[in-house]
Antibody
Framework: QLQLVESGGGVVQPGRSLSLSCAAS????????MHWVRQAPGKGLEWVAV????????HYADSVKGRFTISRDNSKNTLSLQVNSLRAEDTAVYYC??????????WGQGTLVTVSS | QTVVTQEPSFSVSPGGTVTLTCGLS?????????PSWYQQTPGQAPRTLIF???TRSSGVPDRFSGSILGNKAALTITGAQADDESDYYC??????????FGGGTKLTVL
């Protein structure tokens, strides 16, 4: 069945880095653009970044531009998010989501990143 | 910076109809923004309800419908049920690869 499984979250100190992964299965991963969306505790959803199906085109929210890098490995059906220079306000559950054209068709269960000293 | 606006909260009676909206701080929402809608309950990942203004996601009952009403995107729930009590989010595509979520609407069914 269609599945996205995030991993890599944890507790990290401010200013440090983390690498998040999203493993896709049940569909042709290389045919879809992919997104990261996050949700701070008790807050709403926030779009973070998108990468095109072939990995060449990438876009970021202003809040993470220059600090986060989205990438993908279509040979491994894996989406990644490298998060650098972490701040307290980056504390959130990070979801990966498949772009089905005009919306997100498949969501992962999320991975929690906590930025704290 | 453009803000996507949603009602912070809404209430509907069981069996009733409610329309949630998704607007822009400046300008009008059209189909060119590809509005989509998501339902989320606490501790769960979002569930996709509506794509591209008015296309229901697989398995979503037809009492959920999307449209453009005036200058906003809209999600209408007819025959509200207790388990429709959730947070609802819209997202708009702003162009140049950028998407923006609204702040969400907390729907109470009582």
């Amino acid at each position: 069945q269609l599945q996205l499984v995030e991993s890599g979250g944890g507790v990290v100190q401010p200013g440090r880095s983390l690498s998040l992964s999203c493993a896709a299965s049940g569909f042709t991963f290389s045919s879809y653009a992919m997104h990261w969306v996050r949700q701070a505790p008790g807050k709403g959803l926030e779009w973070v970044a998108v990468v095109s199906s072939d990995g060449t085109d990438k876009h970021y929210a202003d809040s993470v531009k220059g600090r986060f890098t989205i990438s993908r490995d279509n040979s491994k059906n894996t989406l990644s998010l490298q998060v650098n220079s972490l701040r307290a306000e980056d504390t959130a559950v990070y979801y990966c989501a498949r772009d089905d054209g005009g919306g997100y068709g498949v969501w992962g269960q999320g991975t929690l990143v906590t930025v704290s000293s | 910076q453009t803000v996507v606006t949603q009602e912070p909260s809404f209430s509907v009676s069981p069996g009733g109809t409610v329309t949630l909206t998704c607007g822009l701080s400046s300008g009008s929402v059209s189909t060119s923004y590809y509005p989509s809608w998501y339902q989320q309950t606490p501790g769960q990942a979002p569930r996709t309800l509506i794509f591209s203004t008015n296309t229901r996601s697989s398995g979503v009952p037809d009492r959920f419908s999307g449209s453009i009403l005036g200058n906003k995107a809209a999600l209408t729930i007819t025959g509200a049920q207790a388990d429709d009590e959730s947070d609802y989010y819209c997202v708009l595509y702003m162009g140049s690869g950028i998407s923006v979520f609204g702040g969400g609407t907390k729907l109470t069914v009582l």
